[in-house]
Nanobody, 127 residues
Framework: EVQLQASGGGLVQVGGSLRLSCAAS????????IGWFRQAPGKEREAVSC????????YYGDSVKGRFAISSDNAKKVVYLQMNSLKPEDTAVYYC????????????????????WGQGTLVTVSS
């Protein structure tokens, strides 16, 4: 059974940092794109960042470029999202998702087509 387990959310002050983790199980992890998405109350889901385990290419949404960094530990099957310089508008439930044999940009742009989703982890940035 494919499982994606997101963790690491919490309450942080403006300008602070958090690192989210997405632990994958039940699939090979090779040749997958895995991404982070977020949804704030009353807003549509937004692509944050995606990474391809095939070629390590990454994609970032415009609102997080320069502040967030996605990485993976393929041996542990974990994808991380390092979030720095957090802003109140980063407050949302963050989800990780994955699909096979697609590139990182496609994964982020076409999130509705992704096969596997984890539960969310809440990030709250207080001002």
């Amino acid at each position: 059974e494919v499982q994606l387990q997101a963790s690491g959310g919490g309450l942080v002050q403006v300008g602070g940092s958090l690192r989210l983790s997405c632990a994958a199980s039940g699939f090979s992890f090779d040749d997958y794109s895995i991404g982070w998405f977020r949804q704030a109350p009353g807003k549509e889901r937004e692509a944050v960042s995606c990474l391809s385990t095939t070629d390590d290419r990454t994609y970032y949404g415009d609102s997080v470029k320069g502040r967030f960094a996605i990485s993976s530990d393929n041996a542990k099957k974990v994808v991380y999202l390092q979030m720095n310089s957090l802003k109140p508008e980063d407050t949302a439930v963050y989800y990780c998702a994955a699909d096979y044999f697609i590139n990182a940009e496609y994964a982020c742009r076409e999130d509705k087509s992704l096969d596997y989703w984890g539960q969310g982890t809440l990030v709250t940035v207080s001002s």
